[in-house]
T-cell receptor
């Protein structure tokens, strides 16, 4: 079984500063994918970034980067130059191979608030 | 590409009534997923389809829940004899097969059982 743990219920950051949202995972599969999604108050889930377990380089997508530390089973999201529109709930999720292929397991989420 | 759509967006029903939700995935996506999200929690997997075949169902999906995807296009999720505990956001997502692809989510259907 897969498990995602997000230990920060809420985070605050000043506009234009960087923030790191923590995510640790647990799986016995060797092949898996890690995802981050953003969920604004409107409710839609917006894909941000993906990291494959065999990818040697950390994923980056614009202001988002994923700090992937495989040995520590962590996949932290770094948002640089925070903007007011970044205020939302952020979910870390995992998709593992084998019989779980395709199914996403989500963490509890972290609410990010960006202050002007 | 119009994205994943769900209908209705909101549904209020009385306990014991049946409800049905519809999801239209992105047209070229052959995998379709249903998730349930309660307030303050992450989405939980319910079931998924590859084309018209339902390949996996969560233990969360009791006998009162049934999902279909006729002809591998849109999908419906029906809840029979609704209970107050069924109140949640029901999210649909779709994706391609063949690798690690992100799932595209619809706006969700918020169900309130009174």
């Amino acid at each position: 079984a897969q498990k995602i743990t997000q230990t920060q219920p809420g985070m605050f950051v000043q506009e234009k500063e960087a923030v790191t949202l923590d995510c640790t995972y647990d799986t016995s599969d060797q092949s898996y994918g890690l995802f981050w999604y953003k969920q604004p108050s409107s409710g839609e889930m917006i894909f941000l970034i993906y990291q494959g377990s065999y990818d040697e380089q950390n994923a980056t997508e614009g202001r988002y980067s994923l700090n992937f530390q495989k040995a520590r089973k962590s996949a932290n999201l770094v948002i640089s130059a925070s903007q007011l529109g970044d205020s939302a709930m952020y979910f870390c999720a995992m998709e593992a191979g084998g019989t779980s292929y395709g199914k996403l397991t989500f963490g509890q989420g972290t609410i990010l608030t960006v202050h002007p | 590409d119009t994205g994943v759509s769900q209908d209705p967006r909101h549904k209020i029903t009385k306990r014991g009534q049946n409800v049905t939700f519809r999801c239209d995935p992105i047209s070229e996506h052959n995998r379709l997923y249903w998730y349930r999200q309660t307030l303050g929690q992450g989405p939980e997997f319910l079931t998924y389809f590859q084309n018209e075949a339902q390949l996996e169902k969560s233990r969360l999906l009791s006998d009162r829940f049934s999902a279909e995807r006729p002809k591998g296009s849109f999908s419906t999720l029906e809840i029979q004899r609704t209970e107050q505990g069924d109140s949640a956001m029901y999210l649909c997502a779709s994706t391609k097969t063949g690798g690690w692809y992100e799932q595209y989510f619809g706006p969700g259907t918020r169900l309130t059982v009174t």
